[in-house]
C-alpha cells in the first residue's frame, strides 16, 4: 500500500543440528538429513534439482529392486540397506534444504550411511555424463507429467509468478537444463555438500546411527 514501509528481513542462517529419538522397541529408524541448499532464483537451483534427480529415490516395494539408474539406489537396492529412500530440494525465498530421507532397519544404519555420504561426496568429484544426461531426461520428463491439467498449470503459473515474478515457459526451462554441465554438478555440490555442515533429525531403533560428528568427517574426500 502507499506509504507503507519496507520491513528488511535479516538472511536466513543455517545451524548445523542433530535431533534423535530414540525407541528400543522400533526395528525401524526414520532418518532425514540435510545441508543448506539454494533459493528458487539463486544460480545452483537448476544444478540442485539435477543432483536431486541424479541421486533419485528407492522404494523396496516398487518392484524394481536394484535394477534403477542411480548408483546410490542401485547400491542401497543390492545390500539390502533400506525400506525406501528419497532425495529432497526444498528452495525458499532466500535459502533453500538439499537432503535425503531415509526408512530403514535399525541393524542397517552405519552401512546406509557409509554409501549415502560417499555418493553425496561423489558429486562433487566424479559424476559421470551418461548419468548426468539421463537425469535431464528425467527431470525434464517429470516437470511436464506435473504440467497435466488446467489447475496444475494455474498452480505452476501462481508459484512462478511468485517466486520469479513472471512466469517461465517449459521452452526456457529446459534450456536452462539442458545449459548444466558436469563442472556445473560438481561446483554446486563442493558448495553445498563437501565439508558443510548438516542438519539431521532421526527417529525410531536408531542405536547404530553414526553420530554427528561421524557423519561430518564422511561430508568430504581426503584428496590431495
Same mark, same amino acid.
Given at each position: 500500500?502507499?506509504?507503507?514501509?519496507?520491513?528488511?528481513?535479516?538472511?536466513?542462517?543455517? +545451524?548445523?543440528?542433530d535431533? %534423535?529419538?530414540?525407541?528400543d522397541?522400533?526395528?525401524?529408524?526414520?532418518?532425514?538429513i540435510?545441508?543448506?541448499?539454494?533459493?528458487?532464483?539463486?544460480?545452483?537451483?537448476?544444478?540442485?534439482?539435477?543432483?536431486?534427480? *541424479?541421486? =533419485?529415490?528407492?522404494?523396496?516395494?516398487? $518392484?524394481? $529392486?536394484?535394477?534403477?539408474?542411480?548408483?546410490?539406489?542401485?547400491?542401497? =537396492?543390492? /545390500?539390502?540397506l533400506? /525400506?525406501?529412500?528419497?532425495?529432497?530440494? +526444498?528452495?525458499?525465498?532466500?535459502?533453500?534444504?538439499? $537432503?535425503?530421507?531415509?526408512?530403514?532397519?535399525?541393524?542397517?544404519?552405519?552401512?546406509?550411511?557409509?554409501?549415502?555420504?560417499?555418493?553425496?561426496?561423489? *558429486?562433487? /568429484?566424479?559424476?559421470?555424463?551418461?548419468?548426468?544426461? %539421463?537425469?535431464?531426461?528425467?527431470?525434464?520428463?517429470?516437470?511436464? *507429467?506435473?504440467?497435466? =491439467?488446467?489447475?496444475?498449470?494455474?498452480?505452476?503459473? $501462481?508459484?512462478?509468478?511468485?517466486?520469479?515474478?513472471?512466469?517461465? +515457459?517449459?521452452?526456457?526451462?529446459?534450456?536452462?537444463?539442458?545449459?548444466?554441465t558436469?563442472?556445473?554438478?560438481?561446483?554446486?555440490?563442493?558448495?553445498?555438500?563437501?565439508?558443510?555442515? /548438516?542438519?539431521?533429525?532421526?527417529? =525410531?531403533g536408531?542405536?547404530?546411527?553414526?553420530?554427528?560428528?561421524?557423519? %561430518? %568427517?564422511?561430508?568430504?574426500?581426503?584428496?590431495?
Amino acid at each position: 500500500p502507499k506509504g507503507s514501509v519496507e520491513i528488511a528481513m535479516d538472511p536466513a542462517v543455517f +545451524t548445523g543440528s542433530d535431533i %534423535r529419538v530414540k525407541f528400543d522397541s522400533d526395528n525401524t529408524a526414520h532418518v532425514a538429513i540435510a545441508f543448506e541448499g539454494a533459493s528458487w532464483t539463486s544460480e545452483y537451483s537448476f544444478p540442485l534439482m539435477l543432483m536431486q534427480t *541424479m541421486l =533419485g529415490f528407492y522404494d523396496r516395494s516398487s $518392484g524394481l $529392486g536394484k535394477n534403477v539408474a542411480s548408483k546410490l539406489c542401485q547400491e542401497v =537396492g543390492e /545390500h539390502e540397506l533400506a /525400506h525406501s529412500i528419497s532425495t529432497f530440494n +526444498t528452495c525458499y525465498k532466500d535459502t533453500g534444504l538439499f $537432503g535425503i530421507y531415509a526408512l530403514a532397519p535399525d541393524n542397517k544404519l552405519d552401512d546406509l550411511f557409509w554409501y549415502l555420504m560417499n555418493n553425496l561426496v561423489r *558429486m562433487g /568429484h566424479s559424476p559421470s555424463e551418461e548419468e548426468m544426461q %539421463r537425469a535431464k531426461v528425467n527431470l525434464k520428463a517429470t516437470m511436464l *507429467m506435473g504440467l497435466d =491439467g488446467n489447475s496444475n498449470v494455474a498452480e505452476d503459473i $501462481g508459484r512462478q509468478i511468485l517466486t520469479y515474478g513472471r512466469r517461465m +515457459t517449459p521452452a526456457e526451462i529446459f534450456s536452462r537444463i539442458d545449459a548444466i554441465t558436469i563442472d556445473d554438478v560438481k561446483a554446486t555440490a563442493n558448495k553445498v555438500i563437501n565439508d558443510q555442515d /548438516h542438519a539431521l533429525a532421526a527417529v =525410531g531403533g536408531i542405536n547404530e546411527l553414526p553420530d554427528y560428528n561421524w557423519i %561430518r %568427517r564422511h561430508s568430504y574426500w581426503l584428496r590431495y
